[in-house]
């Protein structure tokens, strides 16, 4: 059976995981598979040349 917890506080984390280990159960964290593919493909992306410099002026004028 699988159990997911949402909106856990941040303080509370720690305490859970060390509940769930002490009983033995497993955890793991999971991701969107189609979002780890886009990230993996913007990195080599990058390492591949094709990424492009913005100034903070750039990035700024983006959101206004």
Known sequence: MDIVL???????????????????FEIEKQYNSEFVKEILEAKQSIKDGKGIRMTMEEIDSLWK
């Open 6 to 24: 949402k909106n856990v506080k941040k303080k509370d984390l720690p305490v859970l995981k060390s509940l769930a280990k002490s009983l033995g």
